[in-house]
């Protein structure tokens, strides 16, 4: 189960959420009793999770919902979906959707195999198609077409600092592992010590530079996201761009230092090693981030 994700499908949840909402969804969340997650992505719209192409069609005191979404983390084990929709024929005017929560176990919400990803597998994502399903209008979230707000107020704050700080922790697990296995290591045939060697002093150096480096940048960005600064964005897409280069880099390093240990199949550090792959690629993507931070820095609007 994937509690970043939980925290973050909470957050939008919890924005604008009618009293209804806050008895049926929030005060079980608070309990404990109740898992959420974001339903966004689609095979279709790929990277760009905001232009969703699945519909919502009003039916008397529910919406009809059609469509297909893609890598739903927690998917088949939460209790309700975050799910992202368009009104049919507003597919063409970006940043338009509509979030609605779906329960678990709604007729026509029809789960594809488990998705076996190289990493990141504790997430379970899945597919799933969204046949004919009916969803009560109190679970609309906030107004319809009102969700672009969502993205940039709720979504990307909490999940880009929440994915940051994933990040962070693999890139301190990779410099614990190095540490532990130059620190221990002793050759026998020679009494000099790995951890008196120059370059492997230097490749500790460089690590502990690199991940402090990015965790002062997310500590930063987050203040300033508390204090509701108007930079708190700019901050946060710098720190998820500059986390998701620190983990490969950290990781590939740790693989080097550990030596033949650290490349078993099934080791902490192979696993370390895949999971550090995800963060360029979960959405929004480095690529994508970049684009938002040059806009931003630029004064421009993110999209
Ligand atoms: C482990 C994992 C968990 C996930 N969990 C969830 C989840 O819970 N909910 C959810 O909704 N989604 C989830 N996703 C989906 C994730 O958001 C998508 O993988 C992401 O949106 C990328 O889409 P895509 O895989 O189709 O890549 P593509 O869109 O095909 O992108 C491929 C590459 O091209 C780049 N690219 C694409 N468009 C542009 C552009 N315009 N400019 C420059 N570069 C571009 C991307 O940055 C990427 O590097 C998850 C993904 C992973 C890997």
Same mark, same amino acid.
């Given at each position: 189960m994937c509690f970043a994700m939980h925290c973050v499908g909470t957050a939008v949840i919890a924005a604008k959420a009618t009293p209804d909402q806050e008895r049926r969804f929030l005060r079980p969340i608070a309990e404990g009793r109740h898992v959420t997650t974001l339903a966004l992505s689609e095979p279709g719209t790929g990277s760009h999770?905001? &232009?969703?192409r699945s519909t919502f069609d009003p039916d008397g005191e529910s919406y009809v919902v059609n469509g297909k979404k893609s890598f739903i983390t927690n998917g088949g084990h939460a209790d309700s979906y975050v799910l992202s929709a368009v009104a049919p $024929? #507003?597919? &063409? %005017?970006? /940043?338009t959707f509509t979030c609605l929560l779906v329960e678990a $176990? #709604? =007729? !026509? &919400?029809d789960w594809g195999a488990p998705w076996s990803g190289? !990493?990141?597998? /504790? *997430? #379970?994502s899945r597919a799933a198609g969204l046949n004919r399903i009916s969803v009560p209008? =109190? *679970?609309?979230? $906030?107004?319809? /077409? %009102?969700q672009i707000w969502y993205i940039f107020e709720v979504v990307a704050p909490y999940f880009l600092t929440a994915m940051a700080g994933v990040y962070i922790g693999i890139g301190q697990a990779a410099l614990d592992l190095s540490v532990a296995h130059i620190s221990g290591h002793k050759f026998s045939h020679t009494t000099a010590r790995l951890a008196e060697n120059p370059a492997i002093v230097e490749q500790i150096a460089d690590m502990w530079a690199r991940l402090e480096r990015a965790r002062r940048l997310l500590h930063y960005a987050a203040r300033l996201g508390d204090a509701g600064s108007p930079e708190a964005a700019t901050a946060i897409f710098a720190s998820k761009i500059d986390v998701a280069d620190a983990a490969v880099a950290l990781t590939n390093s740790a693989m080097q230092l550990v030596g033949g240990r650290g490349y078993q199949a099934d080791g902490q550090l192979s696993r370390l090693l895949r999971d550090a792959q995800a963060a360029h690629v979960m959405s929004p993507t480095t690529h994508l981030l970049k684009s938002w931070l040059g806009r931003s820095v630029l004064g421009l609007p993110p999209l």
């Open positions: 999770f905001y &232009l969703p $024929g #507003s597919e &063409l %005017d970006p /940043g $176990g #709604s =007729a !026509g &919400l190289l !990493g990141m597998r /504790g *997430n #379970s209008k =109190a *679970n609309l979230l $906030g107004e319809e /077409g %009102d």
